[in-house]
């Protein structure tokens, strides 16, 4: 089970950081990624990470502004998101994917999803 939580109101260009915890698995045995998805839109990639860290992967619409780490010890991974947008305003979904090494974009991938945390970002 991974459960996503950390959302919540802010302004433009504040910051915001979104922990996902996983409870009954251990989470370094899997790739994971956050997605996110606007009212009325598709729900889309938003960054991704490899069992160690030792590798990423970002949607276009948010490099340079997110960072997405984990801690194995602590089966818990983060998207810190900094400058944050209107746009960026979403539920936000915290997945697990099989494959450790993935860095998927791909939601299919992923078979296992946190019940997804809102973030609302005001202009």
């Known amino acids: 089970q991974l459960q996503a939580f950390g959302g919540g109101l802010v302004q433009a260009g504040a910051s915001l950081r979104l922990s996902c915890a996983a409870s009954?698995?251990?989470?370094?045995?899997?790739?994971a990624g956050w997605f996110r998805q606007a009212p009325g839109k598709v729900r889309e990639f938003v960054a991704a990470?490899?069992?160690?860290?030792?590798?990423?992967n970002y949607a276009d619409s948010v490099k340079g502004r997110i960072a997405i780490s984990r801690d194995n010890a602590k089966n818990t991974m983060n998207l810190l998101m900094n400058s944050l947008k209107p746009e960026d305003t979403a539920v936000y979904y915290c997945?697990?994917?099989?494959?450790?090494?993935?860095?998927?974009?791909?939601?299919?991938?992923?078979?296992?999803w946190g019940q997804g945390t809102l973030v609302t970002v005001s202009s």
């Open positions: 009954g698995r251990a989470l370094r045995n899997y790739g």
């Open positions: 990470i490899n069992w160690s860290g030792s590798s990423t």
């Open positions: 997945a697990a994917d099989l494959n450790r090494w993935s860095t998927s974009k791909l939601a299919q991938d992923y078979v296992f």
